[in-house]
């Protein structure tokens, strides 16, 4: 069987997506290169231990030229429109089958607008697939004039083995005594809402007597800026091996985030067994998170929702919890590193 090679023009890496690709080098007769940008600062996860896999930091587009030249690739995945130097790697080689990686969601923009025209003028002939997240990056999908066969959903995957083992090592101790304590994992921008996360919750501490926390992991710009309270701890950024403790001493995973296309962290947490708190804006809270099942939403700059969701949580019994952990693991199934993994191994059959 010939050996198909598969060009990922990326942007930045991340843990998860490495144990994508790892399940796409393990499939056979297959050989995986990717070309990326810098690690980033604010998640600068370890890749050392990456295997079968071909990684290339993004250098001048001559390079590019004589790099994608020397692989010669079958097909060609592009994460993401933005980059001029990818583009034209691309159009060389227009007779390869070629993908296109979108977290959008359609929300009329103006820009939106203008893609979605020019979409229809040519970019679904130069891409043969659209792969996207889920379904509510499926409008805008259309709209660029990609058809209902050539959408391939669930580019993101959690590393579902790893937040699995990591619920499997924890929940005994959990059904015994649930940790009162909220989590949140992400950058310190003002897009993940940290701070009025922090306030609301501080306000709730002021209002009435609880035992629960708030802990926070992550990195950023505002991370400097967070108020001093005794229940709440700020840990920095923690590799995803590194989560155990973290898990096991945690109860509620939330994100309050203004906008997230998607929200990966938001399916690692419910492989782990975690209740959900997600605003509105979060896009993987349409796969992973059922209203008053697994978890609750709410309306992302109202800050007496956040409160009246926090409050609620913070409320429930033990059992109520549990049975919430439950079925966020059941939900996080839909999606998986093999699952992506197949997705684009049967490509070659287009061949």
Not at 232 to 252: A, D, S
Not at 259 to 272: D, I, K, M, S
Not at 274 to 290: N, V, W
Request: aromatic residues 14%.
């Amino acid at each position: 069987m010939k050996i198909v090679k598969y060009l990922f023009l990326s942007s930045e890496l991340s843990d998860y997506f490495n144990v994508c690709l790892q399940c796409l080098g393990n499939q056979k007769s297959t050989e995986v290169h990717v070309i990326h940008m810098p690690v980033n600062i604010d998640a600068p996860f370890d890749f050392s231990n990456i295997n079968q896999i071909y990684f290339y930091p993004k250098s001048s587009l001559r390079k590019l030229f004589r790099l994608a030249s020397e692989i010669n690739p079958d097909i060609i995945i592009l994460m993401g429109w933005n980059d001029f130097n990818y583009n034209i790697i691309l159009l060389r080689y227009y007779r390869k089958i070629k993908v296109l990686c979108m977290d959008n969601r359609w929300i009329g923009s103006t820009k939106q607008k203008f893609a979605s025209c020019a979409g229809k003028m040519f970019l679904y002939k130069l891409f043969d697939y659209i792969f996207i997240p889920g379904a509510p990056q499926k409008e805008y999908a259309f709209r660029l004039g990609f058809s209902e066969k050539q959408i391939l959903k669930g580019c993101y995957s959690a590393n579902l083995s790893l937040f699995k083992k990591y619920y499997e090592k924890t929940i005994s101790e959990k059904k015994k005594e649930f940790p009162h304590r909220l989590l949140f994992v992400g950058r310190y921008t003002e897009v993940k809402m940290i701070s009025e996360l922090v306030s609301t919750f501080i306000e709730i501490q002021n209002q009435s007597i609880s035992d629960w926390e708030l802990w926070c992991l992550g990195t950023g710009p505002l991370l400097r800026d967070m108020p001093e309270n005794r229940r709440i701890k700020h840990f920095g950024f923690v590799q995803p091996c590194e989560l155990e403790k973290i898990i096991q001493n945690t109860g509620v995973f939330i994100l309050p985030s203004s906008f997230e296309p998607w929200g990966v962290v938001v399916h690692e947490f419910a492989a782990a067994g975690f209740p959900l708190i997600c605003s509105d804006k979060i896009g993987a809270a349409s796969e992973f998170l059922e209203e008053g099942i697994n978890g609750f939403s709410y309306k992302w700059n109202d800050k007496e929702s956040l409160k009246l969701v926090l409050q609620r949580v913070m409320n429930m019994s033990t059992d109520a919890l549990i049975k919430m952990c439950e079925r966020s693991v059941l939900l996080s199934n839909k999606i998986s590193p093999e699952k992506w993994s197949y997705t684009l191994y049967d490509l070659r059959n287009e061949k």
